[in-house]
């Protein structure tokens, strides 16, 4: 199965059949729909840990993204000899903690992770203005197939602050702190 989910927080209840239909949808919405992904819904102090590993940043932040096919051009299809994306790292509890309902932000994550992985980036205005209409016709398409409230997400802004950060995926082989990866990002 192209989709690894492991939910090893307890501060929400997660949906994880509902959760799984729109990760699914969104590989199929980017045309990638055999590729593998790994998603872990995880706590503050594992995604710090990451953080600190990778970024040298020592504070939780809601999201990092670690693409298996670096350098890719937005837009384009990864190498469909590997048929891998990569891995997605989200913590639930700094999601609460902005004041989000975990069930409607965590498809809008989803989103932004999986177009970090294409080589999307928020670095410049015209990245932003690209990677915000790809999100954008993402999760319209969610609507479209029920699988998120288009209400609840319309004025939700995606790009919630800089500290959501693309990791090299160099760096995840030589962390620092490696007892903290999670078994799907390690193997």
Excluded at 129 to 157: F, G, N, Q, S, T
Aim: glycine share 2%; net charge negative; charged share 30%.
């Amino acid at each position: 199965m192209p989709i690894v989910l492991k939910n090893s927080q307890v501060a929400a209840v997660i949906d994880t059949w509902l959760a799984r239909r729109q990760l699914s949808a969104i590989l199929d919405a980017v045309r990638c729909p055999d590729y593998d992904l790994a998603v872990w819904l995880t706590t503050d102090r594992r995604i710090r840990l990451m953080n600190n590993s990778f970024r040298r940043v020592n504070k939780p932040t809601d999201i990092l993204s670690f693409p298996t096919n670096e350098h890719l051009t937005p837009g384009t299809i990864p190498d469909p000899q590997l048929k891998a994306l990569g891995d997605i790292i989200i913590s639930v509890p700094y999601v609460i903690r902005q004041g989000f309902d975990v069930k409607h932000r965590l498809p809008v994550l989803f989103t932004h992770g999986v177009c970090h992985l294409l080589g999307y980036d928020h670095e410049t205005d015209d990245d932003y203005d690209k990677m915000k209409a790809r999100e954008d016709a993402i999760l319209e398409r969610l609507a479209e197939l029920d699988l998120v409230d288009r209400d609840r997400i319309r004025d939700e802004p995606i790009i919630e602050s800089p500290s959501d950060m693309y990791v090299d995926r160099e760096k995840l082989r030589h962390p620092r702190e490696t007892d903290d990866l999670p078994k799907v990002l390690s193997s």
